[in-house]
């Protein structure tokens, strides 16, 4: 192999990738399922139609995600650089990834990609539990709230994600509560809200843990004149030149940790009292278990339409 090459990837690092990420799984997982049935019969895979897709995502949605089907799903992964294929009007995996692999290779992929959502849901579910405990703690134990909220807004590889714009919305909304305005979390996590993770009163909040400037400059095209705030882990050059006069700010990580969260832990130590960063673990609570009632809810409606 020549200094510098790698070798091509095939559907196994394509799709290890997207670990527990339930709304990219719960459409590859379905159109996988189908390439291996058709290989074990012997007969050349035709695809799934969306509405198929649509049918296998929902399954899995009792299970493991915790989203409704969008069609936005199955655009996403299309393109050279995506997993599958449209011919036809039928998706398939696209040819380059598996065209060296054999029906154990996919059914070993199949696996571990179930396993990925069952690990990412016991530990959204483990991550509930933290903070709840915490919160328990008596009034002067500042120090560990301010380790845990620092903690889940780091965590930003995989459906991590998740935590940052949840914790990210508590930060900011008990902060700004303080001043007297109101923020307001309509969607929920990996729900097709629009770009409006978080309204406030003269802006929309948009945020992602994706670093891509072509993610920031799909999520400016949504809302189209509306002004807005982008709350991201970092900013590099070519994001903030994106910036114009819809986007008031740029928040980041940083900025998080070292301006909202301080100025809130410092309220805390003056007053020998956690309780503005038990606001915001409180309110962390609310959104999760608000995601857990809408995760239910679906259950239910797989289960009635199943």
Known sequence: ???????????????RRHHG??????????VLAGHIAA????????????GEIQ?????????????DYHTTYVQRPLGRRGFLELVEGRYILRKSLIVDLGVPDLEQLHADLLASLKSAREQREAAIQRPKATCELPDDRIAERRALVGAYLSQLTGNRGEMFEVVSFAVLR???????FSLQRFSTTHANDGGMDFVA??????????????KVRKDLRKAPGTKRVLVRPTVVPEIAQLCGKDVLEIIELKDLLSHFVAWLLERDIRSERASHLQQVL?????????????????????????
């Open 174 to 180: 008990e902060y700004f509560r303080t001043f007297g």
């Open 282 to 306: 409180l309110i962390a609570l609310d959104e999760f278990r608000r995601e857990n009632k809408a995760e239910a809810d679906m259950r239910e409606d797989s289960a009635g339409n199943g």
């Open 21 to 30: 990420q339930r709304t990219v799984l719960g459409v590859a997982i379905p």
């Open 39 to 50: 290989a074990k019969a012997g007969v050349a895979f035709q695809g799934l139609n969306e």
């Open 1 to 15: 192999m020549a200094a510098g090459n790698r070798p091509a990837d095939d559907l196994r690092t394509v799709l």
């Open 201 to 214: 009163p003269e802006a929309i909040y948009q945020v992602t843990v994706d670093e891509r400037p072509q």
């Open 55 to 67: 049918a296998g995502f929902r399954e899995l949605a009792g299970k493991y995600i915790r989203s």
